[in-house]
């Protein structure tokens, strides 16, 4: 597939048949130079890392920039000879410093300090100064919680005759609440206002004397007027003074809890900067927050138990999307995944659970790791490549399996669980994926009945020749180059998703975050993590009560059920099915079944590969020996 010399086609004469059955399926990579019998038996240490490798290692020098920071984005990868990444060195500077980078981007800032805005109302233009009506009010900008507006000025002068008796200053409320306007400093008789937008009084305090005047309203959010004012007539007999007017929003509940259960500042100004607006925390406020830790060298203990007192009583919360809070739980409170940190160059060194006196660069792959996508896959020691960001977008034209085209790993039980899946269900593809809106996305996963969701970002394992290594959308006959505008990027993030996933240990893999890690597997598990729903699976029979016979299989395809189908034998290596004519089957290989023709009995039978798919009938699946999966519902 990634050499232009190269025939895409099964050749069944090939050294590296498959010829154990009883292993898992899926080994098998859509580029048939790389077919590995070694790959079929998966016997590998509970942690292939776990162990010093001693094993000679070839290096792969080839670095690339990434395009999203600008920074180098690998190094040199070495490989035992058995194909596992080996574990040793450091985290590569330009690996720290990206995530850095993107931490440092506005958009995770949190943690400014808030204060107030002073103004002076001094301006006079043609013997009026501009604030006498609401049309030419001062407007003072948005109020919320610790950002208050001063305005110091006067009232009551007499200019060429004219008293000047009013002073409007508009302001809008950022966040609906208790609003209050108070008047200090006078030197004699004043009044104070508060108008709508439309002018209508809302509440006034008019003191005698020069004591201060205050009002406080509960306003929702939008547009308002104080007025500042003075008359020399009876009743009111008011005269010229200094004024300070303060226009400031009170703390609501919320805002009193959480600022009493933080003590570090940092952390409290970014939650409390968070909800300046609305009662809610998005992605990009909970690493803000997380990120506010960071600015001491080191995680203090006072900041881990503040930012884990912030997760029980605000992100543990329906203010947090379910996403965030189980990305937010892998950073705080641990998880096996961060045990190490992988990123572009595809060597794996140790990172560590969150703990007092974490340094803050650990911090930043931690949150890089599980919020921004930056702990890539290791590639397979046999593929030279790199990781190039990808162009296109996430869907076009909708969910299809047509969408998948194989790369070169086994990971034809996670593509055919995911063809299924987009044909029989594809609002389970859609709402797989959350968009963050910074180049990323988070995808949803099952496992062991549990929620799961990981991040991953634009950049994508790319061949020399600058094509797609693993799983892509096929476009030109699978060749289409990593950086097109017109790619659908879907599959080949779920894929590297599945990958990153692997390492929580939670999918029956190796544990590595690698492609190497999701090499063979079962196509029915796979289901069961892509849509969350339980799946079994059945040899084919033409008796019911041996298998799946015809009629059940055509009841399960006919429904809404995701069905795939696995384990033909080697009588499906480079040999026509029946007399029928139809093309070559692959022994060890995972399909999904995307349809039932009853005119002529035949099923459709999808390879992941994007070519080579099949139309068979019962029978002729009975004679391939057969697994039927599905999905329970």
């Known amino acids: ?109 949190r943690d400014a300090i808030s204060g107030t805005r002073t103004y002076t109302n001094a301006e006079w233009i043609s013997r009026f100064d501009r604030g006498d009506s609401r049309g030419n009010a001062h407007d003072v900008g948005t109020i919320v919680y610790r950002e208050n507006a001063v305005v110091n000025g006067n009232i009551g002068h007499t200019i060429g005759g004219v008293r000047d008796k009013n002073d409007y200053f508009k302001f809008t409320v950022g966040k609906a609440g208790d609003i209050q306007l108070s008047l200090t400093g006078l ?36 547009d308002y007027y104080a007025r500042v004012y003075n008359y020399n007539q009876a009743p009111w007999n008011h005269s010229q003074s200094n004024y300070s007017l303060n226009i400031e929003r009170k703390a609501d509940a919320l805002e009193s809890f959480w600022q009493n259960k933080i003590s570090d500042k940092s952390i409290e100004n970014a939650a409390l900067n968070s909800i300046k607006y609305e009662n809610h925390l998005s992605r990009g406020d909970v690493i803000g927050i997380l990120n506010s830790s960071r600015d001491f060298g080191s995680v203090h203990t006072s900041e881990l138990t503040d930012l884990r007192n912030f997760y029980n009583y605000a992100i543990d919360t329906t203010h947090v999307r379910d996403d965030v809070k189980v990305l937010s739980e892998k950073v705080l409170f641990g998880n096996r995944s961060n045990q190490w940190y992988t990123g572009s160059d595809s060597v794996r060194d140790t990172l560590g659970n969150l703990a007092a006196g974490t340094s803050s660069t650990d911090m930043s792959l931690l949150i890089g790791k599980h919020f921004l996508g930056t702990d890539r896959p290791a590639i397979e020691s046999n593929d030279t490549g790199t990781y190039t960001r990808a162009g296109g977008t996430l869907f076009k034209n909708g969910v299809s399996h ?76 699978g060749t289409q180059n990593v950086v097109a505008a017109n790619n659908e990027l879907w599959a080949a993030l779920a894929e590297k998703a599945y990958a990153q996933l692997n390492e929580s240990n939670e999918i029956g893999q190796d544990g590595t975050n690698s492609y190497g890690g999701i090499s063979g597997g079962w196509p029915d598990n796979a289901t069961t993590h892509v849509t969350g729903i339980g799946a079994k699976d059945q040899k084919v029979s033409l008796l019911s009560l041996f298998g799946v016979s015809s009629s059940e299989l055509q009841a399960l395809v006919n429904s809404n059920k995701v069905v795939t189908v696995w384990g033909f034998d080697a ?49 002729q699946l009975c004679e391939l020996n057969a697994t039927i999966g599905w999905s329970n519902s």
């Open 571 to 619: 009588s499906a290596d480079g040999a026509y099915v029946g007399a029928t004519n139809v093309q070559s089957g692959v022994r060890s290989h995972a399909y999904s079944i995307t349809g039932y023709n009853p005119a002529n009995g035949r099923y459709s039978i999808r390879n992941p590969w994007d070519n080579q798919h099949l139309s068979l009938t019962h029978a």
């Open 187 to 222: 030197g004699g008789n004043t009044g104070l206002a508060l108008y709508n937008s439309q002018g209508n009084l809302l509440s006034f305090s008019d003191k005698a004397g020069n004591a201060s005047e205050s009002v406080t309203k509960n306003l929702a959010k939008g």
């Open 402 to 477: 047509d969408d998948i085209d194989q790369g070169a790993v086994g990971t034809c039980y996670v593509l055919s669980a995911l063809a299924g899946t987009a044909n029989d269900k594809p609002s389970v593809i859609n709402n797989m994926f959350k968009r963050n809106g910074d180049g990323t996305w988070t995808v949803k996963f099952t496992t062991n009945g549990d929620t799961d969701y990981v991040t991953v970002d634009r950049m994508m394992a790319t061949a020399a020749n600058g094509r797609y290594l693993y799983a892509n959308d096929g476009g030109d006959g």
């Open 1 to 109: 597939m990634f050499d232009t010399a190269c025939n895409d086609q099964f050749d069944p004469t090939q050294s590296g048949a498959i010829t154990n059955l009883d292993a898992q399926f899926g080994i098998n990579d859509k580029n048939s130079d790389v077919v590995k019998a070694s790959s079929c038996s998966l016997t590998l240490d509970a942690d292939p890392w776990a162990v010093d490798k001693t094993s000679s290692a070839t290096a792969n020098t080839n670095a690339s920039t990434d395009d999203l920071t600008g920074e180098e984005a690998g190094a040199a990868q070495g490989f035992n000879a058995g194909g596992n990444v080996i574990q040793g060195g450091d985290t590569t500077i330009a690996e720290k410093q990206e995530v850095a980078n993107l931490l440092n981007n506005s958009r995770y800032n």
